[in-house]
């Protein structure tokens, strides 16, 4: 099995940061591409970061300037620095992974979501 477990989400007001934090765990091979997608309500998900294992970045427009993703290859672990939030920022956040387990081979999973939520 292979857990994702987020962390970090809360309230802020705007213009307020708060960090995301991802850990993979399980019977885990190799990681390729982490990242973070986000559903605000009555809307799709959509991806907010994503970072390969050479550590490549791409970011949705909408974050750009603002959000920096990173990860620890050594700890399973990927982040999301989220800085001068806005409102329209609220949203569920899950953590992805492609990733390859032993004896199974490369897919996708989600972590659970965690919620964010900018407001005075």
């Known amino acids: 099995q292979v857990q994702l477990v987020e962390s970090g989400g809360g309230l802020v007001q705007p213009g307020g940061s708060l960090r995301l934090s991802c850990v993979a765990s399980?019977?885990?091979?190799?990681?390729?591409?982490m990242g973070w997608y986000r559903q605000a309500p009555g809307k799709e998900r959509e991806l907010a970061a994503v970072?390969?294992?050479?550590?490549?970045?791409n970011y949705a427009d909408s974050v750009k300037g603002r959000f920096t993703i990173s990860r620890d290859n050594a700890k399973n672990t990927v982040y999301l620095q989220m800085n001068s939030l806005k409102p329209e920022d609220t949203a569920v956040y899950y953590c992805?992974?492609?990733?390859?387990?032993?004896?199974?081979?490369?897919?996708?999973?989600w972590g659970q979501g965690t919620q964010v939520t900018v407001s005075s």
């Open positions: 970072i390969t294992s050479g550590g490549s970045t």
């Open positions: 992805y992974a492609n990733l390859r387990r032993l004896g199974v081979g490369v897919r996708a999973y």
């Open positions: 399980g019977s885990i091979f190799s990681i390729n591409a």
